[in-house]
């Protein structure tokens, strides 16, 4: 039930955001020559993909999706009359946030792998080819970026009350993030996950084929996964202590 | 009163970007080295580096998405809006002065790196010419106007409270594809780019913009007059 309603609350988003991601992704191969030709330049078709979906629009448009769909939750209810409703359910505030967050990073991960099944399936129509294992492999790191990014928004919403404020906070937290990583005594100590999502933020990107080649990051997935763990956690803390 | 209601349920997401736009330009004149071949550059190239072709400018669309979030379908979903109907008003009225401070606050927005980096970057002792950061201040309005505009009718047609920032930013994304399309780049349509023009103002461009607003808000108007709240 708990999964059924936080489907609820968010699917609205979701769907919207899955269809564009998909929308996109045929646009793109569907009309790869034009965009090849124009504001890509691209000398090969797997570079063309890597610059417009793995490093360009579909990128951030996935960046930002990811964090909408993190904000919600409890601190949102109660403006809206319906907290002690929720509250009045026989489940821990622990669990009603975990399984929030679940659904969420559910979401995110079927976002991630949209372009995976898209790209390859489609690439045939065209004449061209892109690898699956590429794409697998892109859909991993986006689900690992998406997740950082959707744990921001989540956290944002369940420390600031007030319309909107969480989604504000998040976005400028968001580019802050992206603005300070960038710089080059943090850039060897801090993951961007915007590079992490192109694979430029990894070692194992080929920047002359655009391609992911060896083993993933480990280190780095693992890092975040502890940060989206640790931020759920902590999430569902604050959410014990809060008065509704 | 109508206007002190509207001021305060949006003046925290007003304060918050303020803070932003504030903090990019004390960095981007004060502590700002742009990667490249700019490092060592003047206090001019570090803030057209990251203001305003840069990081802040984008920064600044997105965030003006969240003040265009208004309207009475909110208020519905939050049960407040039998109240606000109740009040001896039209309709019409407490959309204008939503919009009406909405703009306003993008005028104060628009205006701050307006104010703020000239006299910033004259304690850098290197100052940035203030007729240069007023014009940019004049395309940053008019752009985030659009954003503003279109934001504000997601929110009256729409009852979801992230759908309208989510299908907004869709748009802007897919608008500034379109406009990257060959046979379309020449019109210069990517709002990013329009906020980013120099030395002359678009005159035309901008008015194309003002119009588009115009019929974003009429078009709010006229859902909000048939809704049944």
Redesign the interface.
Known sequence: MLWYKAWRESQ??FL??AC?IAG?CVVFVLFHS?GA???YRSRTYVEYIWRIVYKG?LR??FA??AL?LG??GLR?ER???TAGFTLTLPVSRLRLVSIRAAMGLSEIALLSFLPVIVIPALSPLVGQVYPWTQALEFGLLWAAGGSFLFVIGFLASILFA????A???A??VT??Y??VA?R?FVQRYVIDVHDLMSGTGTHHFQPDVFLLVGPLPSAALSIILLIVCSSVLLAGCITQRQDF | MLWIKAWE?SR??FA??AL?LT?FCV?ATLFHRP?GPLGSGSVGLRIHD?IYSG?AK??FA??SV?LG?GGLT?ER???TAMFTLALPVSRLQVLGTQVGVGLLELAVLSLLPGFSLPLLSWLAHDPYPFLKALHYSVLWFVCSMVVFAFAYLLAVAFE????P???C??AL??Q??IA???PL?SYRLNLMWTMAEFPAIPWERLLTLLMITFVFFALAAWITRKQDL
Request: hydrophobic share 50%; glycine share 10%.
């Open positions: 609205a988003r919207l955001s564009t996109l034009q030709a124009s504001a629009y951030e448009i930002l999706l909408l904000v919600g949102r403006d809206y009359g007030g319309e909107y404020t989604a504000v906070v976005v400028t580019l802050g992206s603005v960038d080059p | 349920e925290t997401r918050i970007i932003v903090g960095f990667v990251l990081t984008g920064t997105m965030l969240f979030l909110r979903v939050r049960r979801g409270e992230y759908t920032p989510v299908a930013y869709i994304m897919v500034a594809l990257s399309w060959a780049r």
